[in-house]
């Protein structure tokens, strides 16, 4: 059964070739028995009678995503069930069952959308592999290798054919490294742009929910809808961009794979080709990694300690976890997530972009093939942390800037494209001169 674009159901179901009740119907049939472990929850019976209201609506004929199923990543609210945020069903069975949507799945419902259902995360969504007590998510694009992490459920159903638009978030990468790892494209909006609402901090403000779509037009219509903004719907004309090349290595440690520096180089090429120019450039990257470290520690704590406080079992979070979670209370003791260091690096980013005279920044979204999908969660902290950081170093700074940034595939790798806040357009318009 052939998968339409998002942006192709929406125009059968307001142009009446077909129903929403058709489009989910056939998604759920090409879910079957979810070989790739993306779902945590399907919900046949109310994704139909969703469609069923969708397809009752007055103003069918206009919304923008009329009839598209969908999928949400748990660790937001979908009214009608509780949000693990990838504990096991035992430690979060106190939670509560959520009363209203977030308010990005308040947007896509409002938009047509249809929920087909919830997919799933690693535990607190800190890991860049995605396994919980259930399964072990797999890769439909690297056999064997974990679509990444947290959003890993979500790349693994799109680049499976499950549906075509899937929510996920991004606080570290967990929207570009999954997507990367994967073979889709992802952006992860600026600061502000959509709604987070993630967890007590928004992992102190890195945190945005952001569009996992198999075509830069999808991702382009998805993001126009979680930021209420539809101008951003229609890609425009990219031409005469300058584009920096940035190749030089985000991290000591970091070795990116010539497959990976090849495919980025080409990418390159190609904007050339369009009419941009093209410089290589050395990204000013912090020599200290200690306040991105602190950050993901810390952002543990708080959502480890805020899950509880709602009712799950502190005594059933994963060994991981805890060790995570205690490593961000001492790091938060010691003052050590300090917003200045942030604002630090960003006048230090602002001056290289505007000295190098930089509209978008393209650079590896991966640094190797991604790590070896394995249930983790029965592993050593030490592993997670190890497999986290090794693979996908090249996102994580954009987080902590609040810059919006995204993953296009290009000869199979994710290339990865950054413009300064506000340059979601000229992300998306650049990335659909580089789709094949």
């Known amino acids: 059964m052939t998968l339409l674009t998002a942006a192709a159901t929406a125009d059968g179901v307001r142009e009446g070739r077909h129903t929403a009740v058709e489009t989910t119907r056939q998604a759920l049939d090409r879910i079957g028995e979810d070989e790739v472990n993306g779902w945590r929850v399907v919900r046949p019976e109310e994704a139909l009678a969703e469609a069923a209201a969708v397809d009752a609506r007055p103003d069918r004929y206009s919304l923008p995503l009329a009839g598209v199923p969908i999928a949400i990543k748990d660790n937001v609210a979908v009214s009608g069930y509780r949000v693990l945020d990838g504990v096991s069903a035992a430690c979060g069975a106190g939670l509560p069952v959520e009363q209203t949507d977030h308010p ?33 998510v797999a890769n439909p694009h690297r056999p064997g290798r974990t679509p990444g992490g947290s959003s890993g459920g979500s790349a693994a159903v ?59 037009a999808d991702a382009a219509l998805g993001l126009s809808v979680m930021a209420a903004r539809p101008d951003l719907a229609e890609i425009g004309d990219a031409a005469g961009l300058r584009i920096g090349l940035g190749l030089n290595r985000p991290t000591p440690a970091t070795f990116t794979s010539q497959t990976i520096v090849d495919a980025v180089r080409g990418a390159t090429t190609t904007l050339a080709a369009q009419g941009h120019s093209v410089r290589e450039v050395r990204v000013p990257y912090p020599a200290s990694p200690l306040p991105l470290l602190a950050r993901w520690v810390a952002a543990a704590a708080t959502d480890a300690d805020d899950l509880v406080a709602r009712g799950a079992d502190a005594s059933l979070l994963q060994a991981r976890t805890r060790r995570h979670a205690a490593l961000g209370r001492l790091v938060a003791d010691r003052g050590l997530v300090r917003p200045a260091d942030a604002a630090a690096l960003e006048s230090v980013l602002e001056r290289f972009f505007a000295n190098e005279r930089i509209d978008v920044l393209v650079t590896p979204t991966l640094a190797r093939r991604p790590a070896r999908a394995r249930r983790y969660s029965a592993l050593p902290w030490a592993v997670s942390a190890a497999a986290s950081l090794g693979y996908a170093p090249h996102p994580s700074l954009w987080n902590l800037l609040g810059w919006p940034a995204m993953t296009v595939p290009v000869r199979g790798e994710g290339v990865q494209l950054i413009a300064r806040p506000g340059g979601e357009a000229e992300l998306l318009a650049v990335a659909a001169e580089l789709e094949v």
Do not use: Q
């Open 104 to 136: 990005v799945v308040k947007r896509l419902r409002a938009a047509g959308a249809v929920v087909v259902g919830l997919t799933r995360v690693p535990e607190l969504c800190l890991w860049a592999m995605t396994d919980d007590a259930e399964a072990v």
């Open 158 to 216: 799109v680049a499976a054919g499950h549906v075509a638009l899937a929510h996920g978030n991004d606080g570290l990468g967990s929207l570009r490294g999954p997507a990367a790892a994967a073979g889709i494209v992802a952006i992860k909006p600026g600061r502000g742009v959509v709604p987070a609402e993630l967890g007590p901090t928004n992992w102190f403000g890195m945190a945005e929910n952001g569009p996992m779509t198999r075509t830069v």
